[in-house]
């Protein structure tokens, strides 16, 4: 099966840039996905395929992925965006979603 | 507008069956999977499988393999997980949502919590 593998927690200061990474094996050859989970809180799609961003999803979320790592960047963090983040990728060989374990961003 | 609306939660015991419902609206639910997600207690998101309506195509994680039903009643645009015998293990949060098998979660249900206790 395929694993992902995320930081368990990024802490970020307002304003600042937060780097959320999620690697695998050769991931840059896959579409990957971002879901936002407050707390409470059904996960909300805030990158698509990569880099696409979903409608009423804020500029300052965007997406990269490129050899064994794909990253979420958010920038000019808020303490709104305070939240779990979980990447998510379907693996055509073994025809299954995988999420990664989720990344617990922390605003200072 | 999309519309994943989930039943409410239940408590069983060990041993009970169960079925819970995500009730699907706002689009053509032929053209998309339809997956299940579990979220045990402060635990992150586990796939478990999902169903293609437009020809009942269903696929299920290893891990949940046997262990779970998924179905879809489309005359009533209505997806269900069943267990036939619940353990203690099976108490968490289950999301329905639309997508899966190469394409994003872009909507999801609100979540069925499932306790299971003596």
């Known amino acids: 099966s395929y694993v992902l593998t995320q930081s368990p927690s990024v802490s970020v200061a307002p304003g600042k840039t937060a780097m959320i990474t999620c690697g695998g094996d050769s991931i840059g050859t896959r579409d990957v996905n971002w879901y936002q989970q407050k707390p409470g809180r059904a996960p909300v799609l805030v990158i698509y395929?990569?880099?696409g961003r979903p409608s009423g999803i804020p500029e300052r979320f965007s997406g990269s992925n490129s050899g064994n790592t794909a990253t979420l960047t958010i920038s000019r963090v808020e303490a709104g965006d305070e939240a779990d983040y979980y990447c998510h990728l379907w693996h055509s060989r073994s025809d299954h979603d995988v999420f990664g374990p989720g990344t617990t961003v922390t605003v200072l | 507008e999309v519309q994943l609306v989930q039943s409410g939660a239940e408590v069983k015991k060990p041993g009970e069956s169960l079925k819970i419902s995500c009730k699907i609206s706002g689009y053509n639910l032929m053209n998309y999977w339809i997956a299940w997600v579990r979220q045990m207690p402060g635990k992150g998101l586990e796939w478990m499988g999902l169903i293609y309506p437009n020809d009942f195509d269903t696929r299920y994680s290893l891990s949940f393999q046997g262990q779970v039903t998924i179905s879809i009643d489309k005359s009533i645009n209505t997806a269900y997980l069943q267990w036939s015998s619940l353990k203690s293990s099976d108490s968490a949060i289950y999301y329905c949502?639309?997508?899966?098998?190469?394409?994003?979660?872009?909507?999801w249900g609100q979540g069925t919590l499932v306790t299971v206790s003596p």
């Open positions: 395929s990569d880099t």
């Open positions: 949502a639309r997508g899966g098998n190469s394409s994003p979660f872009d909507y």
